[in-house]
């Protein structure tokens, strides 16, 4: 039984110039071993070294692609026509090309990967070629970093100007007991060399400004947004756009968290989900509301994941999709989005052009303008943790409203607080005294505030906010209490 | 190994690689006898990023081999251009390279075309050997 084999053009010199050629065989494979058994001088240019079929040979059943039947285990019968196409591809060299090759070192490390066909050598050559910039070296940019690292990303970067403190370690692993009290970006350096030395790690000690964001963006592929508050979030996002790199973005809170690709072409970015942000005080951070320790290994390894995707040109991204994980629950569900034509940033006519001021967008309180008053720097809504232990010492008995949550309230308080959690607050205000002046009072002064601003929208007028919260409370007046 | 462009070619090649500028154009070479008389523009459709690939698939690859026919000319090859890069094979293009053709590639830089050049693969597949482009 034979079949016929059509040649293209640049194989027919191996042919003696014919552009069919009748083979045997029962399978498409053995139709091809058959043809190079006549031919041999086809075999190199369809098979690799390792006698695999060239990805850019297509062969083609009557009309059908090998690769959607059963390849080269396709079976055929009598009067079936076989095909070779060629994929013609090219292009100019890439970073990719200029990458130094991996050595037998890196090939042993990598060999996880270098068996996955979506991978490869090409791809783990990609990785290395390629570079992430994490925005944080927190509790997302800790799992998410260490991933990139070991799975062989050339080049991370990270921005960070914190240092690592005790209530870090329950989700941070990129830093350790010994690491406390040192800077965040020496103990994550110092992990991720461990982990692997063929990275190198780039470090900036800097809090992310619309004045440096675009310089530090640009000469990264990926920028991975661990940031853990609104402006910077905003600033990311409208700066991935403006310089055209995609966002792996992540957030979490307490017991729930989110994750998305943004800024991709002609995908939409954070402002196409959320145009404006929600007002100051009303999403409390995790410091404020907590969060679960191992959240943020989950959504930081979605970010990772998918940085490592876009770099890598596999799978489909999270591009367009807003997945949202509940860890209580154990369920993922993902939300539709589409880039709005009209989003101010990367709609059709965007009216953000460059970066902006993010603390007045979002609605930060600007700093008082007012010289401090002598004792403090408090002014007339704020009162200062000195101010009010030099009132409480001289026998004043200012009412003190604690608004955080009952299992805050256990870890420290300040002596003589009433405790009503700020969602309790718009029906229990009656409770606060008219004629004596309240002090509002919480973690660290952002909860508080609102509370403060409430309490003076229906009609309390002695009302002042504490500065610091119960953390500068602790620190400058009663070290003996436990912070959190 | 020399290759020969008639009147018209080398300009039609230049003219696509300015209009897909800052992506890559792609397109076939139809001629006969080592002379390319004929060019026909084909769609870059690779996934990867057109600025740094092309990729004509096999079914429009089908189509121009079908309009060699029709031309009573011979599929000599194709071209590409290098938006912002030199007209040298990459790697890339030598890991997906067929035998016999010509790849005409043309540099394209900040919008204006500037050296081209023409490739053979070796027949070991090792590397490309440059071929002499002639005009007129």
Known sequence: MANKIHIPTPLRPFTDKQDAVEVNGATVGELLTDLTTRHSGLRKHLYTDDGRLRNFVNVYLNDEDIRYLQREQTPVKAGDTLSIVPSVAGGAPTAVDTAPALSAEEIKRYSRHLILPEIGMEGQRKLKASSVLCIGAGGLGSPAAMYLAAAGIGRIGIVDFDVVDFSNLQRQLLHGTPDVGRSKLASAKDKINALNPHVQVDTYEVALSSENALDLFAPYDVILDGTDNFPTRYLVNDACVLSGKPNAYGSIFRFEGQASVFATKGGPCYRCLYPEPPPPGLVPSCAEGGVLGVLPGIIGVIQATEAMKVILGIGEPLVGRFLIYDALNMKFRELRLRRDPECPVCGDNPTVTKLIDYEQFCGMRPEPAVAPIAGGGGTDWEITVQELKKKLDAGETPFILDVREPNEYQINRIAGSVLIPLGELPRRYQELPKDREIVSQCKMGGRSAKAMDFLKSVGFTNVKNLKGGILEWVDKIDPSQPKY | ?136
């Open chain 2, 1 to 136: 190994m020399a290759l020969h462009l008639e009147d018209g070619v080398d300009e039609s090649i230049r003219k696509h690689g300015v209009e897909t500028y800052p992506n890559e154009c792609c397109g076939a070479l139809y001629g006969r006898d080592g002379v390319v008389s004929a060019t026909f523009a084909l769609p870059n459709t690779t996934e990867e990023g057109p600025r740094r690939r092309f990729l004509v698939r096999p079914q429009d690859y089908r189509e121009a081999e079908a309009r060699a026919g029709a031309l009573g000319a011979e599929l000599l090859g194709f071209y590409h251009s290098h938006p912002d890069h030199p007209a040298r094979p990459s790697q890339y293009d030598l890991d997906h390279a067929w035998p016999f053709f010509s790849y005409i590639i043309v540099s394209v830089r900040a919008g204006v075309p500037e050296d081209m050049t023409s490739w053979r693969l070796l027949e070991d597949r090792s590397a490309f050997d440059q071929e002499d482009l002639t005009h007129g």
